[in-house]
């Protein structure tokens, strides 16, 4: 089964005076790459935070944001005033550029990420188990949602190697006239220029033998099979990374398909393959999302 590397989760619970809010989403990426938003509370989980998505996801552009709200009792909270200062200016700047009054800018200051936190706020060991475990939630919608995706793109895939499969057969049915047309063609060319009755034919079945082996492409037919083969048999396994693997077996189908349109020297056989790499671009663009 394939997984998409596109995919979203949302997991939300009230835990003693808490509200513990986590969403995670990933996009299609090269590596691992992660964007983590998390309030200063949480700052000594960073860590282990980032290797639980790290373990889970292995792939990805993901952005994880983790909300703790406290909805008890209020507590002393302490204003950060360098942080404010440091807010202060690109924020009266930019309401001078506007032409914004500037009669509520303590508070627009206060709002400012940090600036105002709880005093001695702390996690406790019972908190962080309930947000580790509703992270687990979190993670567990969104490889549910690549599953999901991953479906359709595996379908498709399917649909564009068995294209590719069909032309391959559309060329074994053309490649026998190739070779009648490439020496009805030479001896053609031999009577025009040479005459009928002057040149000798053994040689020119000698010379014909020795052309039609440099352009055979009963080897690029057979490899073509296999790599089709073994990417179907690859999208069978169970490990759910393997966009590369496949991506690297798309290169070498592209590799087979190219070296077949250069020895073509037909036309109908040209046709297959500017279709085989029509249908081979498109796979290479679905493999893009895949995980």
């Known amino acids: 089964m394939l997984h998409s590397m596109t995919g979203y989760g949302r997991a939300e619970t009230n835990f003693n005076d808490k509200t513990l809010l986590i969403e995670v989403k990933s996009l299609n990426g090269k590596q691992f790459d992660l964007r983590l938003n998390i309030p200063s ?47 202060y200016q690109p924020i009266v700047e930019l309401a001078n550029e506007l032409g914004i009054e500037k009669e509520n800018l303590l508070s627009t200051l206060l709002k400012m990420p940090d600036v105002v936190s709880s005093t001695n706020e702390i996690i406790s060991e019972e908190e962080w188990k309930a947000i580790s475990n509703l992270l687990q939630l979190a993670i567990d919608q969104l490889i549910q949602h690549r599953k999901d995706e991953g479906k359709s793109i595996e379908k498709d895939l399917l649909q564009r190697v068995a294209a590719i499969e069909e032309q391959q057969a ?34 020119l079945e000698q010379e014909l033998i ?39 077996i798309l290169q070498e189908m592209g590799r087979e398909i190219n070296t077949t349109g250069s020895k ?28």
């Open 170 to 203: 559309n060329i074994a049915v053309h490649e026998p006239n190739r070779r009648i047309k490439i020496k009805d063609g030479l001896v053609k060319l031999l009577e025009q220029h040479v005459g009928a009755d002057k040149y000798d034919t053994n040689r």
């Open 41 to 87: 509370l949480l700052k000594p989980y960073e860590v282990e935070i980032r290797n639980k998505l790290n373990e889970t996801l292995f792939r990805g552009s993901v952005e994880c944001s983790i909300s703790v709200k406290s909805n008890g009792e209020s507590k002393p909270v302490s204003i950060n005033t360098a942080l404010a200062k440091s807010y």
């Open 210 to 248: 020795y052309y039609i082996e440099k352009i055979d492409i009963s080897e690029e037919k057979v490899r073509l099979t296999n790599h089709c083969d073994y990417f179907k048999e690859v999208l069978k396994e169970a490990d759910a990374s393997k966009g590369k693997k496949l991506s690297f």
């Open 264 to 291: 073509a020297n037909d036309i109908e056989i040209q046709k297959a393959v500017i279709l085989m790499k029509d249908e081979l671009e498109k796979a290479k663009e679905q493999i893009l999302n895949v995980l």
